[in-house]
């Protein structure tokens, strides 16, 4: 049986972009670092209590360059992708860490950080950008 590393996770961004987060390899490609802050409900006795994990999401290329201007602080985002362990040493000490590549984002409706009202769209590495559909489709 082939191996899988699949992730599909449904969060809220938790910071908005800064310089830092967004930039290009020497090579050109266009890399946009996020962190996403996914809830999750869990019984704790007789009562529900929130628990929130954070997800750093690294997003690749044309994609990146794309959701770049429409992502915040607070947005919706759901993001497919993979599991990557980064590790790497300093001083002597070795850290690694999980993050997940996306292969797409896709910006969820609802309201944004500001509060005003925004409508879904999606970002891929297949698409060219950000895709607005008529509202009289037949399906």
């Known amino acids: 049986m082939t191996d899988i590393n699949k992730a599909i996770i449904i969060g809220r961004v938790t910071r908005d972009i800064s310089e830092r987060d ?7 490609t266009a890399r946009l ?8 409900s869990e019984k704790r006795g007789n ?4 628990n929130v994990s954070f997800f750093d999401v690294t997003v690749w ?11 915040g602080k607070g947005k919706q985002v759901a993001v497919d992708g993979y599991l990557v ?19 797409s984002v896709q910006l969820l409706g609802g309201k944004s950080a500001d509060g005003a009202q925004s409508a879904p769209s999606q970002a891929g590495e297949k ?13």
Do not use: C, H, M
């Open 33 to 40: 670092n996020i962190s996403i802050a996914v809830n999750r």
């Open 61 to 71: 290329g044309k994609t990146a360059e794309n959701i770049r201007q429409y992502i």
């Open 85 to 103: 362990q980064q590790r790497w040493e300093k001083d002597g000490q070795k850290f690694s860490k999980v993050v997940i590549i996306a292969n």
């Open 22 to 28: 967004f930039g290009y390899t020497a090579g050109g």
């Open 127 to 139: 698409s060219a950008g950000v895709q607005d559909f008529p509202e009289d489709l037949p399906f």
């Open 47 to 50: 009562e529900w209590a929130d």
